[in-house]
């Protein structure tokens, strides 16, 4: 962290909550790099400095994004209170989350397709039969609305390619078409082509039934695939560095799981039916109340919390349909 004593004197007057101190300390980490590069602390860097680097960490939720400026915003006048040095660049940062959703969303299942298949993706056509093809059923599943925790322990037996569905613990997930040859493939291939620098082999996969198995297990780690994956969207990232002013696309699960929720929302609303999230938002809740159970009061119940979380769903949908439909 730099300027490690003046930023934990902030962190101990502002909070004094665990979570918050962490997610803070967090923050304060990302700028970190930007900051040894500049030689200041971000409180005394102007506005053109602090803009490309804030949208380049911020995500594409307007919660998250907002809850960012304001800690950085206390930060600073934190520090001028305190006699330090600041300029007010941060107070003129403006976050165009279009741009944002555009680069690190996807519009629809043909987007998705569009980009995996694309030549200079990182992830191999379907056609060469490699083990790429269970990072892209994995991101298909982000898609249809299986959490990533989930999406690693389906298997064959769960995909339903006659009626295009993934049946999973009670849930129903939808295979668009734009998909179904990737599921095919990753439920019934026996082997994957492996390409080495000087040849071409096939290797015969792990025994079992889960689709995203590889060479060697019959499950597969979720801390594995995470980094492969972000590996695959950051040297994409890192081809496009000629392009000074293209946002780095960070194309990530999490995104495409959010992209898949709005497209489906996107569907309802124009075959008139209202938008309605509540569904998902009792998934998410129920998720976490069997790991770590809420904390209520008589005024934040569930029902508020369910409520805040509506808000919050909308608000970033109606973003997406700027972003993609208008």
Known sequence: MYNEKVKREF????????????????????????????????????TDVLQPVVNELTGVREKS?????????????????????????????????????????VASPLHLKAILDDEKSNFDSLEKETVDI??????????????????????????DLDNLKINFEGHSYEIYKECKEDFEKACKLTAFNYEHPHYVTCRPRAEGNVIMRGFRSPTVDLKTIRPI????????????????????SRISYKRIYL?????????????????DFSNIIALEIDRKEK????????????????????????????????????
Not at 80 to 102: L, M, P
Not at 139 to 159: H, I, N, Q
Not at 259 to 275: D, N
Not at 308 to 320: G, Q, T, V
Request: hydrophobic fraction near 35%; charge should be positive; charged fraction near 25%.
């Open 229 to 248: 994956i972000n590996k695959k969207f950051s040297e994409n990232d890192m081809d496009n560095q000629q392009d000074t002013n293209r946002q780095k």
């Open 291 to 326: 790991i770590k159970k809420y904390t209520t009061t008589k005024t934040r119940t569930l029902t508020t919390i369910s409520n805040r979380m509506k808000r919050e769903y909308l608000a970033d949908y109606e973003k997406w349909k700027c972003a993609f439909t208008m």
């Open 65 to 105: 994004t907002e809850l960012i400026i304001i800690i950085l915003k206390e930060y600073v006048k934190w520090c001028a209170r305190n006699g330090y040095e600041v300029s007010k660049g941060i107070f003129d940062v403006r976050i165009n989350t279009i741009d944002k959703i555009q680069n690190q969303m």
């Open 11 to 46: 962190l101990a007057s502002y909070t004094h909550k665990k979570s918050t101190s962490a997610f803070i300390t967090q923050v304060f980490n990302w700028f970190e790099p930007y900051e040894n590069v500049w030689g200041l602390d971000l409180s005394q860097q102007t």
């Open 259 to 275: 992209s898949g929720i709005f497209y489906r929302a996107y569907e309802q609303e124009r075959a008139g039916l209202p938008v």
């Open 134 to 159: 269970t990072y892209r059923v994995f991101l298909w599943m982000a898609f249809a609305g299986l959490e990533d925790k989930d999406a690693v322990r389906v298997t064959s037996d769960d995909v």
